[in-house]
């Protein structure tokens, strides 16, 4: 079946050091999305992607969508400890609805001050 | 406005019995999610209604399992005869409608079966 996957699986940076995750699919999404978890907390959403070659920017966070559309990176520059927590991201299962997402296990990042 | 909310916020029940885990949406998403999350992984899609009706329930893992939404807002996520591997952290989301992919989730409900 569709997998799709994470890595690396733990990163831990100094304060300062960027960060990247990558997330790759075994099928072609027509979107993908990521999500943080802080410790302890629910995800959140970050960010939706959907044209082939995407690149969107959120201040320090760098979202990138490949060409084939079966992966994507996330980057941060210059990491601070609020960065600290889960990366996940997401895309809707093939041959499924729209609503059914399946997501990566996630990159869990720590931020040492 | 109030996020999505869910209660209880822990369950602990004993193999074989029956749980209700409620999830209240924002107010005016039509999409509703349900995810279970094991520690480490990530969230494991379970089903989703749009409105009143369960868009796609391919998610849930045996008929032990059911949901409803018969108002189209409030969603209860039914397990009969929990079993110890049933024991995860149930989310749930919503969103606008299923077009608009922004899920917001819940804060989840703890479930522990023993």
């Known amino acids: 079946g569709q997998q799709v996957m994470q890595i690396p699986q733990y990163q831990h940076v100094q304060e300062g050091e960027d960060f990247t995750t990558y997330c790759n699919s075994s099928?072609?999404?027509?979107?993908i999305q990521w999500y943080k978890q802080r410790p302890g907390g629910h995800p959140v959403f970050l960010i939706q992607l959907v044209k082939s070659g995407e690149v969107k920017k959120q201040k320090r966070l760098t979202f990138q969508f490949g060409e084939a559309k079966k992966n994507s990176s996330l980057h941060i520059t210059a990491t601070q400890t609020t960065d600290v927590g889960t990366y996940f991201c997401?895309?809707?299962?093939?041959?499924?609805?729209?609503?059914?997402?399946?997501f990566g296990k996630g990159t869990k990042l720590s931020v040492k001050p | 406005g109030a996020g999505v909310s869910q209660t209880p916020s822990n369950k602990v029940t004993e193999k074989g019995k029956y749980v209700e885990l409620r999830c209240d949406p924002i107010s005016g998403h039509t999409a509703l999610y349900w995810y279970r999350q094991s520690l480490g992984q990530g969230p494991e899609f379970l089903i989703y209604?749009?409105?009143?009706?369960?868009?796609?329930d391919s998610g849930l893992p045996n008929d032990r399992f059911f949901a409803v939404r018969p108002e189209g807002s409030v969603s209860t996520l039914k397990i009969q005869r929990t079993e110890r591997g049933d024991s995860a952290v149930y989310l749930c989301?919503?969103?606008?409608?299923?077009?608009?992919?922004?899920?917001?989730f819940g804060p989840g409900t703890r479930l522990t079966v023993l």
């Open positions: 989301a919503s969103s606008l409608s299923v077009g608009y992919n922004e899920q917001f």
């Open positions: 209604f749009q409105g009143t009706g369960a868009a796609d």
């Open positions: 997401a895309g809707p299962r093939y041959g499924g609805s729209q609503g059914n997402l399946i």
């Open positions: 099928t072609t999404l027509s979107n």
